[in-house]
């Protein structure tokens, strides 16, 4: 059984850092593209970052020079650097793991994802 775990979230004041990190159970990351997704209160969940197995990353353009993927195969494990962190940055954080049948949707798409999610972990960046 597969499962996420994501972790690191908090509390911070705008310009701030986080690391948040997501650990994989169940199955080896290695040969996946793994994704961060965002969701705020109200909002639709949102594509953030990816890194794809030979580690090239993709971001939205909000989070471009501010946020870095990146990803630990020894450790089965994907972090997301945040740098800057804006207010509206605020959300809960979700890794995905990609599906299986998903690789012609792009590594952007939340269709290329398994559609297994853990918990989240909350980032609230304060003004």
């Known amino acids: 059984q597969v499962q996420l775990a994501e972790s690191g979230g908090g509390l911070v004041q705008a310009g701030g850092s986080l690391r948040v990190s997501c650990a994989v159970s169940?199955?080896?990351?290695?040969?996946?593209?793994m994704g961060w997704f965002r969701q705020a209160p109200g909002k639709e969940r949102e594509f953030v970052a990816a890194?794809?197995?030979?580690?090239?990353?993709a971001y939205v353009e909000s989070a471009k020079g501010r946020f870095t993927v990146s990803r630990d195969n020894a450790k089965n494990t994907v972090y997301l650097q945040m740098n800057s962190l804006k207010p509206e940055d605020t959300a809960a954080y979700y890794c995905?793991?990609?599906?299986?049948?998903?690789?012609?949707?792009?590594?952007?798409?939340?269709?290329?994802?398994?559609?297994?999610w853990g918990q989240g972990t909350l980032v609230t960046v304060s003004s």
């Open positions: 995905a793991l990609e599906g299986d049948e998903s690789t012609y949707y792009s590594i952007t798409d939340v269709r290329r994802y398994s559609g297994i």
């Open positions: 169940g199955r080896t990351i290695s040969r996946y593209v």
């Open positions: 890194i794809s197995r030979n580690g090239i990353t």
